[in-house]
């Protein structure tokens, strides 16, 4: 890779971010529509994942170009983990000074963001050797590395990735349990679960890292791990298909979020399966991997437009059309990322 693409791709999720911060400040600052008060401030923290992906995006590309130093192998981490914080501070706080319905759902959509920015810094930790795997993949036995992560530390890793996971299905079950109380707990609880798929999805991505970089990886792993992101993918389309079903708009809606954020599962698994097939095997087809969250980020800018139209005849799609645009800048974001594992870890 050189220096020149090495600065594109670390520029994409900055970008990305730039566009979830402007968009959603526009929507929140524009119009008289209410929606705008959930719409805006969570295509705003959507951003903050791409400020997390950053983090992850630079923790690689500076090991493959070989301008990583000590202190971006702590400050690009602690930058991840730090946009998590803020970002489920301000949720917390929106949700908690106004009791409409509209701050209560933006709220803990937000919260549930930031879980999903807390797996991706967990992945950039995770990645502060990456240049592990390619020599693992190398390899034909099965020894720990010394300079990997020690069993403690890289299981430590995993379980912090797999605990935000955790918390994010409780979180959804506590809410979906409250549905017949008030259609905030309905929507808010529907969006959380494909918030969970990504978290369980992510958690499926830092085992993949961790196992290959302390050279523990097995076979039926190359199976395993891609099965799961697939599967959180599947699940939040399927079950994103049946809310749409709903006669009631408002609810229905929501139904489009969870395909988008089915779709960013999705993304994510191009880079489970790029790490799998790539492991001590040459595959001739990995430069086509990132095609994968190309694909699945038209398919949100495409779902956004007909929302689009929709809004105009019921203000229901008014939300979904702006969310699922922040989502396609996700997926964006996720293409430069798998671009960066093909270009530092593909054999052929």
Same mark, same amino acid.
């Given at each position: 890779?050189?220096?020149?693409?090495?600065?594109?791709?670390?520029?994409?999720?900055?970008?990305?971010?730039?566009?979830?911060?402007?968009?959603?400040?526009?929507?929140?600052?524009?119009?008289?529509?209410?929606?705008?008060?959930?719409?805006?401030?969570?295509?705003?923290?959507?951003?903050?994942?791409?400020?997390?992906?950053?983090?992850?995006?630079?923790?690689?590309?500076?090991? &493959?170009?070989?301008?990583?130093?000590?202190?971006?192998?702590? /400050?690009?981490? *602690?930058?991840?983990?730090?946009?998590?914080?803020?970002?489920?501070?301000?949720?917390?706080?929106?949700?908690?000074?106004?009791?409409?319905?509209?701050?209560?759902?933006?709220?803990?959509?937000?919260?549930?963001?930031?879980?999903?920015? /807390?797996?991706?810094?967990? $992945?950039?930790?995770?990645?502060?050797?990456?240049?592990?795997?390619?020599?693992?993949?190398?390899?034909?036995?099965?020894?720990? =590395?010394?300079?990997?992560?020690?069993?403690?530390?890289?299981?430590?890793?995993?379980?912090?990735?797999?605990?935000?996971?955790? $918390?994010?299905? &409780?979180?959804?079950?506590?809410?979906?349990?409250?549905?017949?109380?008030?259609?905030?707990?309905?929507?808010?609880?529907?969006?959380? /679960?494909?918030?969970?798929?990504?978290?369980?999805?992510?958690?499926?991505?830092?085992?993949?890292?961790?196992?290959?970089?302390?050279?523990?990886?097995?076979?039926?792993?190359?199976?395993?791990?891609?099965? *799961?992101?697939? /599967?959180?993918? $599947?699940?939040?389309?399927?079950?994103?298909?049946?809310?749409?079903?709903?006669?009631?708009?408002?609810?229905?809606? &929501?139904?489009?979020?969870?395909?988008?954020?089915?779709?960013?599962?999705?993304?994510?698994?191009?880079?489970?399966?790029?790490?799998?097939?790539?492991?001590?095997?040459?595959?001739?087809?990995?430069?086509?991997?990132?095609?994968? =969250? *190309?694909?699945?980020?038209?398919?949100?800018?495409?779902?956004?437009?007909?929302?689009?139209?929709?809004?105009?005849?019921?203000?229901?799609?008014?939300?979904?059309?702006?969310?699922?645009?922040?989502?396609?800048?996700?997926?964006? $974001?996720?293409?430069?990322?798998?671009?960066?594992?093909?270009?530092?870890?593909?054999?052929?």
């Amino acid at each position: 890779m050189n220096y020149g693409i090495s600065v594109l791709f670390r520029a994409i999720p900055l970008l990305m971010a730039l566009f979830c911060f402007g968009y959603g400040a526009f929507v929140l600052g524009m119009g008289t529509d209410p929606a705008r008060y959930v719409a805006g401030p969570v295509v705003m923290s959507l951003g903050m994942i791409c400020i997390a992906l950053f983090a992850t995006a630079a923790t690689i590309i500076r090991q &493959i170009i070989h301008t990583y130093n000590t202190v971006a192998k702590y /400050a690009l981490p *602690v930058l991840g983990y730090l946009a998590a914080l803020l970002t489920f501070i301000y949720g917390w706080e929106y949700f908690s000074e106004a009791p409409t319905a509209g701050h209560f759902v933006a709220g803990h959509v937000i919260c549930g963001v930031a879980f999903i920015t /807390a797996c991706v810094a967990t $992945t950039a930790t995770s990645s502060t050797r990456f240049t592990l795997i390619p020599a693992n993949s190398d390899a034909t036995g099965h020894d720990t =590395p010394p300079q990997a992560f020690s069993a403690i530390q890289g299981n430590i890793l995993i379980a912090v990735a797999a605990l935000l996971a955790l $918390t994010a299905w &409780i979180w959804t079950i506590w809410l979906l349990a409250k549905s017949d109380v008030h259609n905030a707990y309905y929507i808010a609880g529907h969006v959380m /679960a494909g918030i969970s798929c990504i978290c369980t999805s992510l958690v499926a991505l830092v085992a993949t890292i961790v196992r290959q970089i302390r050279n523990s990886y097995s076979h039926p792993e190359r199976k395993w791990w891609p099965a *799961v992101v697939l /599967a959180m993918g $599947t699940l939040g389309i399927l079950w994103g298909l049946l809310v749409t079903t709903e006669h009631n708009p408002a609810k229905s809606s &929501i139904g489009y979020i969870m395909i988008g954020l089915g779709l960013v599962c999705y993304s994510i698994s191009s880079k489970v399966i790029l790490l799998a097939a790539i492991w001590r095997n040459i595959f001739k087809l990995a430069n086509r991997i990132p095609l994968i =969250p *190309v694909f699945t980020a038209l398919a949100c800018l495409f779902l956004s437009a007909f929302l689009f139209e929709m809004a105009g005849m019921h203000e229901a799609y008014f939300v979904p059309a702006r969310v699922l645009a922040g989502l396609g800048g996700i997926c964006f $974001t996720l293409f430069s990322i798998v671009s960066i594992l093909e270009s530092g870890t593909s054999k052929g």
